[in-house]
């Protein structure tokens, strides 16, 4: 392979709101669309991706199932961070703990598309900006989304290369409709000043967290790999991420049948 593979960072400065969930199902999904794929976990603390594809090697092996598998890439400090965004792959998924940290500011300063999901609720719109009590309005970016701009900024002058931004809502719930409406006409504005994409994001589903012990994911679920029982539920679970994959312009081809 030649060129430089697209790195993608999956941040916000909020633990739980699903960088972990969204990293390893967008690598799992890049890897069926038979993609190389790297994955850097930089969440020392927690290492849910790290862990998720440790399970992974570890279930396929016992099962004796073949499915595809992404490099794990180490990078402890910035020597191996920086190899490791170098690995000869098609994309880099690179997790990002739930705070500031170098490496995690070294990994946004590299990236190609920035991917941050949050929370659907007032509560994380913060970590995206500041929002004034009585009005509600826009006051200014956060801190984190003035570093991806910086970051943004230092792409284009730096690197002359174009990043790109996307939010994506995470854990929909069907039952707030007014909450959602008013989250919505926020990040708009926002999405405006800071310059992201807003795209469609997840639902709230059991599937998106049941498979982690076997570092599966619903993508990976077929006739011989079943180890939760199937449901159309299931159906729409793959569709969602394939349409977050072509918010993402990760991949161009038509939805699956
Ligand atoms: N869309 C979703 N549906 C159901 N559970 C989710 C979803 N997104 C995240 N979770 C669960 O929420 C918790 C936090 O998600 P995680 O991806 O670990 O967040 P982060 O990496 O940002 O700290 C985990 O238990 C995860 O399984
Ligand atoms: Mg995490």
Known sequence: MSGRAKVI???????????????THVAVALLH???????????????????????????TKAQGVDLPHPDVLDARD???????????????????PGADTLLSRVAHQAADLVVTPMNDSFVDFDMLGVVDPLSLTVVKPSLYAEAVWEAKKQAA????????????????ASSEPRNRKRVDERIATLARRVGFRPVA?????????ELFPFGLTV????????????????????QELRTLLQDMDLV???AEA
């Open 219 to 238: 993508s990976d679920l077929s006739a011989k790999v079943r180890p939760v029982p199937v449901s159309f539920a299931h159906v729409s679970a793959r």
């Open 33 to 59: 669309e038979g993609a190389r794929v790297g994955v850097v976990d930089l969440d020392l603390r927690q290492r849910s991706t790290d862990h998720f594809f440790a399970n992974r090697l570890a279930w």
């Open 157 to 172: 002058v730096v690197r002359r290369e174009s990043m790109d931004w996307v939010v994506l809502r995470n854990r929909l």
């Open 9 to 23: 960072v999956v941040g916000n400065e909020k633990g739980g709101a699903g960088k972990s969930t969204v990293s």
């Open 78 to 96: 910035e020597a191996e961070l920086s190899k490791a965004l170098a690995a000869d792959v098609h994309f880099i998924i690179v997790d990002t």
């Open 252 to 254: 161009s081809a038509p």
């Open 201 to 209: 994001g997840l639902r709230d589903r059991v599937i998106y967290r």
